[in-house]
């Protein structure tokens, strides 16, 4: 299993801001920053309906995928 990392960012695009991982080990990229998702009970994190969301890679660690969301680094 992979774990979360601000090296996951070396690959994906310069507009994404955020990472998360659900429960299904789904890595996926967000437009906004953390402060502005929300993670619901179910599997998901979420951002606002007119923002952008991306599937980027699967495989990750799922164990503490409610507290996985991490913001890019210096920006």
């Known amino acids: ?7 996951d960012f070396n690959d994906v695009p310069t507009w994404v801001n955020s990472l ?4 299904n ?5 967000h437009e906004v920053r ?9 599997r998901f994190w979420c951002a ?6 991306i ?4 495989g990750y660690d799922v164990i503490r995928w409610r507290e996985s969301a991490i913001d890019r680094a210096n920006k």
């Open 1 to 7: 299993m992979k774990r979360l990392t601000q090296d």
């Open 20 to 23: 998360t991982v659900n429960a």
């Open 25 to 29: 080990g789904e890595l996926w990229g």
């Open 34 to 42: 953390v402060r502005y998702l929300d993670c619901n009970d179910r």
């Open 48 to 53: 606002l309906m007119d923002r952008v969301s």
């Open 55 to 58: 599937l980027i890679d699967t």
